[in-house]
């Protein structure tokens, strides 16, 4: 009846799809990892790769560990004293749980932006310059703060008023500006934890379309509930499932598929990622 | 329907106004009796001259001084040791242990031992066991210990109503624990813990109990020291009271205003910093 056909999902991907992968780099290697939390089992025997700058989509229904799993690539799991990682993740070659390796050190370099904009209650130049104030990145710090808001396409709409506080932002802005807070401390990889799911349509075009440039710099890593999204802005997307015990009890997280997102949109190996991503489950 | 379902809304709201106004009205009653009685007195006199056997010539000041410097003290001890204990118990202890569990309760019962009980523990352990003797930084330290629990209740309050994002927020741009407590989660709280120091205080500075225990007297001539015996506001009006000249009751309500008047002074500040540290957000 309509006379524009919606575009499929695949199509999506195919649009922003390179013809040929180039042999990229590989940031983080993860084998057979598990999170528990006290004798609960989130996910379990997780391997994949997560490449250079590229934007790397978990997706997946509700309760398969997605954004547990996301949280191992920057040990925010650490803070919840019951939750237990083992498996390896591997960061250039090195293992991020190692014995010697300070979490705080791994969260500098891994930076975070989460569901809902947490910006401090503080003004907006403060709200960014946190992070290089306590790595003790003192020089240039206006410098600092401008370039971030730049690279963030914040600069903008609040250079007139950095000193107000970054509650009165909009939402988007705030997220936006969450973002801005994590480039200043100049991090390798960017994880997003449903980094778009409390904004509005425009907003999250914004979110998306800021993926896009920023994935020349940064490696990028998202977690997300939008299939459209993962579909406009990862390269690579992982579907991951609810793995349920035979005797309808334990859930737990499985990575189901991992592939380039143009394939895992049009040509599924899996019947349950195509399931998923056809909607006929999720 | 809708008559009687808006009349059931106007009764409640009545009675919602009527319970504001028992407790409103009382205090309006209690400020008029009082300044009625006391602003003739309240004078030169009452805040230079100690106390006298004519009530022409008697005032509080060595009162009204001890009660000044027992504030102060028991602030600069309570504010920090209560903080302190409560980011332990917040952002530190470990919940699952039980040392830690019992640490919490104690503190929950200890907000609940009556005053006079802190009274016994300080002429114990405080006037006689360490020797301090019967001075005002006794009273002091007693007062903290009385209060401590309160302090200690609010700052965790105030702590624990800081968004866990904010804290997230911190950790995920490299900040450690204590960066994040000092510079995150603390400043977010002050308006919390300054609001619950100053009830802390108001309580402290208006307790007689483990104050006569210990030993603080009724009639002292001249100013107090921090190492030397001293007497407080309420000791002295409730002195004032038990004299059998009227002037005296006279007397008393004038106190009772000068004490008003330190306490209201007080929470103005605490305020003034709640205020402040908000606008800074």
Same mark, same amino acid.
């Given at each position: 009846?309509s006379?524009?056909?919606?575009?499929?999902?695949?199509?999506?991907?195919?649009?922003?799809?390179?013809?040929?992968?180039?042999?990229?780099?590989?940031?983080?290697?993860?084998?057979?990892?598990?999170?528990?939390?006290?004798?609960?089992?989130?996910?379990?025997?997780?391997?994949?790769?997560?490449?250079?700058?590229?934007?790397?989509?978990?997706?997946?229904?509700?309760?398969?560990?997605?954004?547990?799993?996301?949280?191992?690539?920057? =040990?925010?799991?650490?803070?919840?004293?019951?939750?237990?990682?083992?498996?390896?993740?591997?960061?250039h070659?090195?293992?991020?749980?190692?014995?010697?390796?300070?979490?705080?050190?791994?969260? =500098?370099?891994?930076g975070?932006?989460?569901?809902?904009?947490?910006?401090?209650?503080?003004?907006?130049?403060?709200?960014?310059?946190?992070?290089?104030?306590?790595?003790?990145?003192?020089?240039?710090?206006?410098?600092?703060?401008?370039?971030?808001?730049?690279?963030?396409?914040?600069?903008?709409?609040?250079?007139?008023?950095?000193?107000?506080?970054?509650?009165?932002?909009?939402?988007?802005?705030?997220?936006?500006?969450?973002?801005?807070?994590?480039?200043?401390?100049?991090?390798?990889?960017?994880?997003?934890?449903?980094?778009?799911?409390?904004?509005?349509?425009?907003?999250?075009?914004?979110?998306?379309?800021?993926?896009?440039?920023?994935?020349?710099?940064?490696?990028?890593?998202?977690?997300?509930?939008?299939?459209?999204?993962?579909?406009r802005?990862?390269?690579?997307?992982?579907?991951?499932?609810?793995?349920?015990?035979?005797?309808?009890?334990?859930?737990?997280?499985?990575?189901?598929?991992?592939? =380039?997102?143009?394939?895992?949109?049009?040509?599924?190996?899996?019947?349950?990622?195509?399931?998923?991503?056809?909607?006929?489950?999720? | 329907?809708?008559?009687?379902?808006?009349?059931?809304?106007?009764?409640?709201?009545?009675?919602?106004?009527?319970?504001?106004?028992?407790?409103?009205?009382?205090?309006?009653?209690?400020?008029?009796?009082?300044?009625?009685?006391?602003?003739?007195?309240?004078?030169?006199?009452?805040?230079?001259?100690p106390?006298?056997?004519?009530?022409?010539?008697?005032?509080?000041r060595?009162?009204?001084?001890?009660?000044?410097?027992? +504030?102060?003290?028991?602030?600069?001890?309570?504010?920090?040791?209560?903080?302190?204990?409560?980011?332990?118990?917040?952002?530190?202890?470990?919940?699952?242990?039980?040392?830690?569990?019992?640490?919490?309760?104690?503190?929950?019962?200890?907000?609940?031992?009556?005053? &006079?009980?802190?009274g016994?523990? +300080?002429?114990?352990?405080?006037?006689?066991?360490?020797?301090?003797?019967?001075?005002?930084?006794?009273?002091?330290?007693?007062?903290?210990?009385?209060? $401590?629990?309160?302090?200690?209740?609010?700052?965790?309050?105030?702590i624990?109503?800081?968004?866990?994002?904010?804290?997230q927020?911190?950790?995920?741009?490299?900040?450690?624990?204590?960066?994040?407590?000092?510079?995150?989660?603390?400043?977010?709280a002050?308006?919390?813990i300054?609001?619950?120091?100053?009830?802390?205080?108001?309580? +402290?500075? +208006?307790?007689?109990?483990?104050?006569?225990? &210990?030993?603080?007297?009724?009639?002292i001539?001249?100013?107090?020291?921090?190492?030397?015996?001293?007497?407080? $506001?309420?000791?002295?009006?409730?002195?004032f009271?038990?004299?059998?000249?009227?002037?005296?009751?006279?007397?008393?309500?004038?106190?009772?205003?000068?004490?008003?008047?330190?306490l209201?002074?007080?929470?103005?500040?605490?305020?003034? &910093?709640?205020?402040?540290?908000?606008?800074?957000?």
């Amino acid at each position: 009846m309509s006379s524009i056909e919606p575009m499929t999902l695949g199509q999506i991907a195919q649009e922003h799809d390179e013809v040929e992968t180039p042999k990229r780099e590989v940031v983080f290697a993860v084998e057979d990892l598990a999170v528990a939390y006290a004798s609960n089992v989130a996910i379990r025997e997780v391997s994949l790769e997560v490449y250079k700058n590229a934007v790397t989509a978990f997706i997946g229904p509700s309760g398969c560990g997605k954004s547990t799993f996301i949280r191992c690539f920057n =040990r925010m799991n650490d803070l919840v004293p019951s939750a237990k990682v083992t498996g390896n993740v591997l960061y250039h070659g090195k293992d991020l749980y190692a014995d010697e390796v300070d979490p705080v050190e791994v969260r =500098r370099r891994i930076g975070m932006v989460f569901q809902k904009p947490n910006p401090f209650p503080k003004s907006i130049y403060d709200n960014i310059a946190f992070g290089p104030r306590v790595l003790g990145l003192k020089d240039n710090l206006s410098d600092r703060v401008e370039s971030a808001l730049q690279r963030a396409a914040l600069w903008d709409e609040v250079k007139d008023r950095l000193k107000e506080s970054a509650l009165g932002l909009s939402g988007g802005q705030q997220q936006r500006l969450c973002i801005a807070r994590c480039l200043a401390v100049e991090p390798d990889v960017i994880l997003m934890d449903e980094p778009a799911s409390a904004l509005d349509p425009i907003s999250t075009t914004r979110i998306e379309d800021l993926m896009h440039e920023l994935k020349r710099e940064y490696t990028i890593v998202i977690v997300t509930h939008n299939m459209q999204q993962a579909a406009r802005v990862a390269d690579m997307t992982a579907f991951f499932s609810v793995d349920v015990a035979p005797d309808g009890g334990k859930r737990t997280g499985i990575l189901v598929e991992y592939d =380039r997102t143009s394939k895992i949109f049009t040509t599924p190996a899996d019947k349950r990622t195509e399931d998923y991503v056809t909607g006929r489950f999720g | 329907m809708r008559m009687s379902r808006a009349l059931k809304g106007g009764l409640f709201k009545g009675v919602l106004f009527l319970s504001l106004l028992v407790g409103f009205l009382t205090l309006v009653v209690l400020l008029v009796d009082v300044f009625n009685d006391g602003l003739p007195f309240l004078d030169r006199t009452l805040l230079t001259s100690p106390p006298s056997g004519d009530p022409d010539i008697a005032g509080a000041r060595p009162a009204i001084l001890a009660t000044i410097y027992i +504030g102060a003290l028991l602030l600069a001890f309570v504010v920090p040791i209560g903080v302190a204990t409560a980011i332990y118990l917040e952002e530190y202890a470990n919940k699952t242990r039980w040392y830690n569990r019992l640490l919490e309760i104690n503190i929950q019962n200890l907000a609940a031992v009556p005053s &006079i009980v802190y009274g016994i523990l +300080g002429l114990a352990f405080l006037v006689r066991g360490i020797g301090l003797g019967r001075v005002l930084l006794a009273g002091a330290m007693i007062l903290t210990l009385l209060v $401590l629990p309160t302090v200690i209740i609010a700052a965790r309050e105030a702590i624990r109503a800081v968004p866990d994002s904010i804290r997230q927020g911190g950790y995920a741009l490299g900040a450690t624990q204590w960066q994040v407590v000092s510079r995150q989660v603390l400043p977010a709280a002050i308006p919390g813990i300054a609001t619950g120091s100053i009830l802390a205080l108001s309580r +402290g500075i +208006g307790e007689t109990a483990p104050l006569i225990l &210990i030993g603080a007297v009724t009639y002292i001539s001249f100013d107090p020291t921090i190492l030397g015996p001293f007497t407080a $506001l309420p000791i002295q009006i409730y002195s004032f009271l038990r004299l059998p000249q009227a002037e005296f009751k006279l007397l008393a309500a004038a106190s009772i205003i000068v004490l008003l008047a330190i306490l209201l002074t007080l929470n103005a500040f605490a305020i003034f &910093i709640r205020n402040r540290y908000r606008r800074s957000w």
